[in-house]
């Protein structure tokens, strides 16, 4: 299943009518025992290796749960109520749900969606959509810009320190892409972030070890139905997909790419995904690091100049010691040896 055939599926609010579809006064339960049991390997063992390989929880953390509706957010909210019944230490969660400007049948499906998996939602409204609904120049990117703000701004007005966002593996390698092709720049979407705009508030991404396709599948197979984005640009994305037309995102551009190398080449995703786990500073003409920029020549032909040795490279930010922070170009806003698959199959 590839991402772009990733919409909106599945029966309303998970009601009977296709083989394998749970049905039933406690479908919440049903759902939380598939998680643990036929969705483990594929979901939740992702997720909890992502939270410790990344360090994204720490003991007495209030951790805002942002959902937008659609289906990587939601299924973060199950995993995060799996997590803490299962985890070594104790952290709070607030699963906090955005109105940006929903029409009233989607926010509907919000509030119908959570009551069915047992998500005790807190709703704020905002008026984002009207805001960016005139924006002809990256508008998806000034959304997701400012629905960040108001997510923090409303996590730290409730007492929590951290926000999570649903991002996932697709999401990841998608973005890492997109920066070459359409950016002219290496750089990924990192698991967690401190901010700069609300002291003491970091953002997470637990799912960043998750395959858009194993979500998918866990949606369909339990018959569920959820929201895609739901502002102008996308319906109007979604009737150009139907039409024959070319898709106007450059994300879905990239999706469809990723799909179609995938084809020849099964690495493909993986070996995106690793290589910014493995990049050689040696090897590269410059790069930028604590806001400056350096080029090779700087110590080229230089005995022990290289910038791998060089020391003030450990104190500087992103992959070079600090915490990275926000002020990327993030718009969502592996070799073959060791995919992403076989690192979560050897650390259960």
């Not at 697709?170 to 967690?192: A, C, F, R, S």
Request: aromatic share 8%; net charge negative.
């Amino acid at each position: 299943m590839s991402g772009a055939d990733c919409g909106m599926a599945g029966a309303p609010n998970g009601a009977a009518g296709a083989a394998g579809v749970l049905t039933g006064p406690d479908f919440a339960g049903q759902i939380e025992t598939g998680i643990r049991k036929k969705y483990h390997d594929s979901l939740f063992s992702p997720f909890a290796i992502a939270c410790r390989d990344y360090e994204l929880l720490s003991p007495g953390d209030r951790v805002a749960v942002c959902i937008s509706g659609g289906k990587d957010s939601m299924l973060m909210a199950k995993l995060f109520q799996e997590l803490r019944r299962h985890h070594k230490f104790d952290f709070d969660l607030t699963f906090l749900v955005m109105d940006p400007g929903y029409s009233a049948a989607n926010r509907a499906q919000i509030e119908k969606n959570a009551a069915l998996l047992d998500v005790p939602v807190q709703i704020f409204e905002s008026e984002i959509f009207d805001a960016v609904d005139t924006v002809v120049k990256n508008p998806c990117y000034l959304c997701a810009r400012m629905r960040r703000g108001h997510l923090y701004a409303k996590a730290k007005e409730l007492g929590c320190n951290k926000i999570a966002l649903g991002h996932h593996y697709d999401d990841v390698i998608e973005t890492i892409l997109m920066g070459m092709l359409y950016g002219g720049q290496v750089q990924t979407m990192m698991p967690k972030i401190v901010s700069t705009n609300f002291p003491g508030m970091e953002l997470i991404r637990p799912m960043y070890y998750i395959r858009e396709a194993d979500i998918c599948r866990w949606r369909d197979d339990n018959g569920l139905v959820f929201l895609q984005c739901a502002c102008h640009f996308t319906e109007a994305n979604a009737s150009a997909l139907e039409n024959g037309e070319p898709a106007p995102s450059k994300r879905q551009e990239v999706k469809h790419l990723i799909a179609e190398l995938s084809k020849t080449n099964p690495h493909v995703a993986a070996n995106i995904f690793r290589s910014v786990e493995n990049v050689n500073l040696s090897t590269v003409i410059a790069y930028k690091a604590g806001g400056q920029k350096h080029h090779f020549l700087e110590w080229y032909g230089r005995e022990g100049a290289a910038p791998a040795g060089r020391e003030p490279e450990k104190a500087e930010g992103g992959a070079f010691g600090a915490a990275p922070v926000e002020g990327g170009t993030d718009a969502r806003d592996g070799s073959a040896e060791e995919t992403k698959e076989s690192k979560v199959k050897s650390e259960k």
